[in-house]
């Protein structure tokens, strides 16, 4: 990877050329799905990261992908199946242990440790907050953007939506992701990293173990969906509707 202009890449773009780059990013402490929309430079500056580790780390993972997580050539359709399947499958499967969870440590721990009250609330509200948009993005956009790229195929024009166009939810999408991922940047405050006290029991340190892989999956499903998905949706729109 060409490290002399590298730091004037949006850090977005970069992430979706190689998804290794993620991992980069991510030891830095750049956020790379919801902020990923300002250069390398300025994420550094913005995260007090040493813009030359950065760009030396970056140039260590090189150019090459593999093919099946080189997401930016997947067709859009697959995309989503992937998104779906994979992606909205695991936050399903994990919405209820995460509540159950940070409920009885809340009544447990709660008279010690305050900050896990504190989680419990913006647990439940996250949770509630996915539920509704896992079925709008199922529901109403992924089916639409499933009509363009079926139309673009056969080469024919295609009708706008009921909704007008994909701005509009994309934008509603795109401002749920951020309102999430600021959510569980307050609990990984909250939690010092996610680090249970040395005497946690089994559930305590559970729940901050599951919120840990939860975040980092909630990144990669934000970032297909914020730089990929949507982008190249709306770009297909553009091209395809009568």
Sequence with gaps: MDIDHLEQNKVASVVA?????????????????????ISIE??????????????????KIGQKVDRREDYN??????????IVQVHHSYVL???PIL???????????GHHYAEVMKIRDIVTEVCAEL????????????????????AAQNQTLASPPPFGNAKGPIQ?????????????KEMRKLS???TPPAEACNTFRALYALLDEFEIDLHLHIHLENNILFPKALLLEKNTLS
């Design 192 to 194: 010092n990293d996610f």
């Design 131 to 150: 539920s509704s948009h896992l079925q709008k993005e199922e529901r109403v956009l992924f089916p639409y953007v499933k009509y363009l790229v079926n």
């Design 73 to 82: 050539s997947w067709n859009l359709d697959f995309l989503i199946d992937h």
């Design 42 to 59: 300025e994420a550094c500056r913005k995260n007090n990261a040493e813009l030359e580790n950065v760009l030396e780390d970056l140039d």
């Design 17 to 37: 050329n190689n998804i290794k780059a993620a991992h980069v990013f991510k030891k830095h402490g750049i956020d790379f799905c919801c902020g990923g929309g």
């Design 99 to 109: 509540l159950e969870y940070s409920d009885k440590v809340a009544k447990v721990h």
């Design 172 to 184: 509603v999408m795109v401002m749920e992701h951020e309102h999430a991922g600021d959510a569980f």
């Design 93 to 95: 499967e994990s919405l």
